[in-house]
């Protein structure tokens, strides 16, 4: 990667003029960042606030006032009194000229856009008026890349702007680089034996132009509403409800499980359920895996190393491919989706009389490795997928928009009973949240009574790695909470060097947790994220019930799990992990 | 230092890998970075560009062959005089396949009175571009960097780094010694019947060239000045006042020659040779080859677009001087005929 510096300024500020317009800036930012922030319109396909500054795609460009030259904002930095023209005559026909080069068959190639469905590039490119018919490109003669069974690269699309590449690296996975020369110029994927995807889907959450993408299950979701002996359950992950409405410019952060709810409804699903459920019974199953781990601790057994969490299929893929020796300390408890998916097929089926074969459960996440997970043949039960389809919230937006339906203007309505969630649940989407969630409900097995404080704020936040230690009773609990893979290596060296270091961690694969996950809405920035993170926990604040274990659905459940054989209890709340190969 | 950066700046030292820039600024770039570097001198580099593959351009080939005794001078003396820490030849992979034996044996002298140096092969066009081949020598994907930082400032691994064409390492050691005579090497090919390499004044005008080599073809003719792919196209008239820039080529065509297949053979070498980073060059140079496959007459209207975004909005040279040859060949002779 180019070791170019990240767009910041110097902190001095200066005045710029753009169109005319005098707006504040940093000395040294770069003017496409200024003009974003003050709401002029630039197209630009290869600038991503958290990534290096590339160059490569040319579509923002504009004029210095007095210069006959055309520049890329993207790197022309801010001074004080410089006077930029943002769309002159020029600027646009060049600009348009070379998005015509880059989306020169776009329309015909991008399945999205060839199944009828709403695609946000083709919304882009329409609105600079771009035909995306003009040229054929060059074909790389490359099939469809397949990453597991979350994410595909699609060669026709990929317009080579490396965001993926420079998040893949970032993350600490570099499974991506670009390949070929000229016109074949593409992505190609690491053919070292040893890296291998973790099908996170950072790359799709960064692709400007959706060749990186989720494999889709529009298509799967649109047949099971269609037709009219299925009973078809949508469950929605934690952090889908924050951040949805940027979909249609409502401002990160902002709440929308009612209008959510309301716009299930007019797709036609049968049931509004929530994984936010299914997170408090993964909370109840794993806080009670810890507290097993941590009395056998206190009681002088023998325990090696923390116990991680097992809830991120990126951070279980990683930990199977790179490190299958941790993977007896990965917790049996199911993910969230799993646990509440398997409920509702058993347990609610049998309650509302109604044959289980039938049920399609289709959950709503915010992450492209959830759709790998959903196809693991060993989380099946009663030859039965617990969760049948995954739409990210991207393809959420899709379909909602493809039906013309106005999700922030619906009125609010509410998740169906068996649905019913806490806030411990809810703030599984932020990295920490799990860990938070957890030691709500181990401290109150351990003790008998809530903690008397419910926030445990040093392991909220964005940071990539997190240490807080909790004190139950006369016992101190040590957790570390970790996002994303470069983060998981300094741990784990850590731990080997005194494996009680630590009690408990939480891994998630994405920056700052699943609410940052590889399908979030684009773009998916830092700064965005925080905001969708600051927006859950302002829900739990808000909620009265807050705690997995007060949770009456899931209280419910239980009491129906102890009337089930053992196997079946096994099947439904406990999973397995094996060495992964490259690819599986 | 001072003295040899103001000895280049009185020979008016220009860069001959095609640029032009006054090899005492680039001296004086370094000597600033390397005061200023808080790790002190010592640590800076020197690369030779002898990547050279520009169609028609063979002069660096030519040195390497014949002077190279000058060429290891001139490269001892940049760093002997800034102070850096290795000197590199990043070398067209063909010549060094033919010289090995040669340049080896240089090198390994070198390193017994104390220089250290080595050899990187260099594989394309585009390596030539001195942030291009900062990153192929580095490992990197071979593509242009963007400036600023320059290779002076921020060079190879974060380092000041001096980039020299062949023939200006040449020239700066003929500086040193005093020798030097303000000419240059002039690859002269084409519809002739001397082709070769050919040390003349720099005030010679194309066609003083072709008349001093008895080159002066006997039917109508143009000239393509500067560069095989990326340079000038003038007609016999204005060749009577053109000097010759650039990598110091004159390619003679003859009038008769057929147009869509020199447009044809211009932009396939632009295709083949662009990295593939901007959009412009990496999509506009096939579409334009495309345009010529699929249009039997020159289809000028639709070529015209992609010409100019690829000479307004290119990121690097390459990209930027694809439009030089066609449209001047437009301008400058076939408007003319």
């Known amino acids: 990667m180019n070791k170019i510096p990240l767009d910041t300024g110097s902190g001095k500020k200066v005045t710029v003029y753009l169109n005319g317009q005098a707006c504040d800036a940093q000395e040294g930012e770069t003017i496409l960042t200024v003009a974003l922030r003050n709401g002029f319109d630039i197209p630009h396909y290869c600038t991503h606030p958290d990534l290096p500054i590339d160059a490569n795609c040319r579509t923002c460009l504009v004029e210095i006032e007095g210069k006959e ?13 410089l006077r930029v023209l943002l769309d002159t005559p020029q600027v646009v026909k060049l600009r348009r000229e070379n998005m015509e080069l880059l989306f020169g068959d776009y329309r015909a190639n991008s399945p999205r856009i060839r199944h009828g469905y709403w695609s946000r590039t083709l919304e882009e490119i329409g609105h600079y008026r771009v035909s995306g018919t003009r040229y054929k490109r060059d074909d790389p003669q490359r099939e469809i890349h397949k990453m597991g069974t979350a994410a595909e690269f699609d060669p026709a699309l990929c317009i080579a702007c490396n965001k993926c590449v420079e998040i893949c690296q970032y993350i600490g996975i570099c499974h991506l680089g670009l390949e070929g020369r000229g016109s074949k110029t593409r992505v190609g994927f690491n053919p070292d034996p040893a890296n291998d995807c973790i099908y996170c889907g950072q790359c799709t959450a960064h692709c400007p132009v959706e060749a990186i993408r989720e494999q889709s299950h529009l298509e799967e979701v649109a047949a099971a509403l269609r037709d009219p002996d299925k009973i078809v359950i949508v469950q929605s992950a934690p952090s889908i409800r924050t951040s949805i409405g940027e979909g249609w410019d409502v401002p990160a952060g902002t709440d929308l499980t009612g209008q959510l709810f309301t716009a299930y409804r007019m797709l036609g699903f049968d049931k509004v359920f929530d994984v936010n459920m299914g997170a408090d019974i993964t909370t109840m199953v794993e806080a009670q895996e810890l507290v097993e781990r941590l009395r056998k601790k206190w009681d002088g057994g023998l325990v090696s190393g923390p116990m991680f969490t097992s809830c991120c299929p990126g951070w279980v893929k990683f930990a199977e491919f790179y490190r299958p020796d941790l993977l007896s300390n990965l917790t049996r408890a199911r993910s969230p989706h799993i646990h509440s998916a398997c409920a509702y097929k058993s347990w609610w089926a049998e309650k509302a009389g109604v044959d289980p074969k039938k049920i399609v459960v289709v959950s709503i996440m915010p992450c492209t490795s959830k759709k790998y997970e959903s196809t693991f043949e060993h989380l099946m039960f009663d030859n039965m997928k617990p969760v049948d389809y995954v739409l990210t919230t991207r393809e959420l937006i899709s379909l909602l928009k493809t039906r013309d339906i106005d999700l922030p203007h619906l009125d609010t309505s509410e998740v169906d009973r068996e649905g019913t969630y806490s806030g411990a649940g809810l703030i599984y989407g932020a990295s920490g949240g799990v860990m938070e969630s957890a030691l709500r409900t181990a401290y109150f097995m351990l003790t008998g009574q809530n903690m008397p404080r419910l926030e445990f704020e040093p392991v909220r936040g964005f940071e990539g790695s997190k240490r807080a230690s909790v004190k139950i009773g006369d016992r101190t609990v040590n957790v570390g909470v970790v996002a994303m893979p470069k983060n998981i290596w300094p741990l784990l060296r850590e731990i080997k060097k005194d494996p009680n270091v630590l009690d408990y961690v939480e891994v998630m694969a994405c920056p700052g947790g699943c609410i940052g996950g590889g399908g979030q809405p684009i773009p998916n920035t830092f700064a965005t994220v925080k905001k969708r993170i600051a927006g859950l926990y302002k829900i739990d604040s808000s909620m009265t019930l807050r705690t997995a274990h007060e949770n009456p659905a899931v209280k419910e459940y239980f009491e129906w799990i102890k009337t089930q054989p053992e196997a079946k209890k096994n099947a439904l709340l406990y999973r397995t992990f094996s060495q992964k190969k490259k690819g599986e | 230092m001072a003295d040899l950066i103001l000895k280049l700046q009185k020979a008016n030292i220009i860069g001959r890998g095609g640029a032009e820039y006054p090899a005492h600024k680039k001296w004086e770039a370094v000597r600033n970075a390397l005061n200023q570097s808080s790790k002190g001198p010592g640590l800076g580099y020197v690369i030779c560009n002898a990547s050279e593959h520009e169609p028609a351009v063979s002069k660096d080939h030519f040195i390497l062959e014949h002077h190279a005794d000058k060429l290891f001078e001139g490269m001892k003396l940049a760093i002997k005089e800034t102070g850096a820490r290795e000197g590199i030849f990043s070398l067209n992979a063909k010549y060094y396949a033919t010289m090995k034996t040669d340049l080896d044996a240089r090198i390994a002298a070198a390193k017994k009175d104390g220089f250290s140096m080595r050899i990187v092969e260099a594989t394309s066009y585009i390596g030539g571009e001195e942030t291009a081949l900062l990153n192929a020598i580095e490992g990197r994907r071979c593509e242009p960097r963007l400036k600023p930082p320059f290779p002076t400032q921020q060079g190879l691994h974060g380092a000041p780094t001096l980039i020299h064409n062949v023939e200006t390492l040449y020239d700066i050691a003929l500086v040193a010694e005093g020798t030097y005579d303000d000419k240059r090497f002039y690859t002269v090919s084409g519809a002739i019947p001397h082709p070769g390499i050919y040390r003349l004044p720099v005030t010679l005008t194309a066609l003083q060239i072709l008349e001093q080599t ?44 057929n147009p869509r297949e020199l447009l044809l053979a211009w932009l396939n070498f632009f295709h083949k040779e662009s990295c593939g980073k901007c959009t412009p060059c990496r999509e506009g140079t096939y579409q334009l080859v495309r345009l010529l496959e699929d249009h039997k007459r020159i289809p000028w209207k639709k070529m015209q677009p992609i010409l100019e975004v690829l000479e307004k909005t290119s990121f690097c040279a390459l990209g930027r001087s694809v439009p030089i040859p066609v449209l001047s060949y437009y301008r400058n002779v076939l408007k003319k005929s």
């Open chain 1, 69 to 81: 030259d055309t520049v890329t904002s993207c790197t022309l930095r801010a001074s004080e009194g």
């Open chain 2, 214 to 257: 008895e080159n002066v073809p006997q039917q109508e003719f143009f000239a393509q000045l500067g560069g095989g792919a990326s340079g000038t196209v003038f007609d016999q008239q204005q060749l009577a006042h053109e000097t010759v820039h650039g990598a110091g080529s004159v390619v003679v065509h003859l009038l008769k020659e």
